[in-house]
């Protein structure tokens, strides 16, 4: 029996492409850069499954050009990207990489709290300028984190995971969502209203996916809430924030810096962003460990599987 034919958008992790020519046909070598539409709608055209990734833009009409196609596997947690009611209508299962990436991006999360809070990044830069003249009290004071008050908006699983590493630090813990959460044994933190979280945190981290209702959830009038010596946190989507607002409450001193690692119109960074001295700039590595990548193939290449086996996908969306 002829193998499937499986397309993928984007260069994978070794391991997980030494897992698919046993059990596939891959439609062409994927490359390390976006794919062109043209290239999408050949792709999508000619296959029984697709692996496709957070930056591809599946759309209505790019759905049109499948004609067997049974399953997109999105390399990804989130899948904004995806037309979910046009596949659905199509008979198109989508599927995700849930609960595999939360370590990671809430260690990431951490990394972009104390880079951001200790001058980490300006201090290396210093060093490798050349410029540093030694040891001064008062040099490249930053902020405490230990005690201080952490605020979550959006308390999934990388939410979640971030509180819990706030313990270390015994940190107060405050979250706004849409569900209130129970805290593990041990752990506290405590729901309050987003205006609240606004203005009472010290570090405010977002982790929310990109809905209709999130998109710009950080504005003008939530900066203006938040403490001038608060520091805002975003690993989950770039559009959350409006980023226009960000560099002018960074640039007015609204609030004392920001750490990012998504952007609003992704890979462009604005030059307000990249001027600016308090943020620490990240080139979107939430889920970029070796072992994490290589999780999320493999479950993209399980429900890929199950479904093209007369299953269903374990990790459905829709």
Excluded at 47 to 62: E, K, N, Q
Aim: proline residues 6%; neutral net charge.
């Amino acid at each position: 029996m002829d193998r499937p034919t499986l397309y993928i958008t984007r260069q994978l992790p070794q391991p997980v492409l030494d897992a698919i020519p046993r059990y596939y046909h891959v439609f062409a070598t994927p490359a390390d850069r976006p794919p062109t539409l043209e290239e999408l709608h050949q792709g999508v055209a000619q296959a029984d499954a697709v692996i496709c990734t957070l930056t591809d833009r599946i759309d209505d009409s790019v759905l049109s050009h499948a004609t067997r196609l049974k399953i997109i596997a999105n390399y990804a947690v989130g899948y904004n990207n995806i037309d979910v009611p046009a596949a659905t209508q199509r008979g198109i299962t989508i599927s995700n990489t849930p609960d595999v990436l939360t370590d990671a991006t809430a260690d990431l999360t951490w990394a972009v709290l104390l880079a951001l809070a200790r001058h980490i990044v300006k201090g290396d830069t210093w060093i490798r300028a050349g410029d540093w003249p030694g040891w001064t009290p008062t040099q490249l004071l930053g902020a405490d984190v230990s005690g201080k008050t952490l605020g979550i908006v959006g308390m999934g699983r990388i939410g979640q995971a971030v509180a819990r590493r706030a313990s270390g630090f015994r940190m107060s813990v405050i979250y706004a969502g849409r569900h209130r959460v129970p805290a593990p044994s041990g752990i506290m933190w405590e729901w309050q209203p987003l205006d609240a979280v606004l203005a009472k945190s010290d570090f405010l981290s977002l982790h929310v996916p990109l809905t209709d209702t999130t998109r710009h959830l950080i504005g003008r009038r939530e900066l203006t809430l938040m403490k001038s010596t608060a520091y805002l946190i975003n690993t989950s989507r770039g559009p959350v924030i409006d980023e226009v607002a960000l560099v002018s409450a960074l640039e007015a001193q609204t609030i004392a810096g920001a750490g990012l690692d998504v952007y609003e119109h992704e890979p462009m960074v604005s030059a307000g962003l990249r001027a600016l001295p308090n943020v620490v700039l990240l080139p979107h590595l939430g889920s970029a460990t070796l072992e994490t990548r290589v999780r999320m193939g493999l479950i993209c290449l399980d429900n890929i599987a199950a479904v093209l086996g007369g299953c269903q996908a374990p990790n459905r969306v829709n």
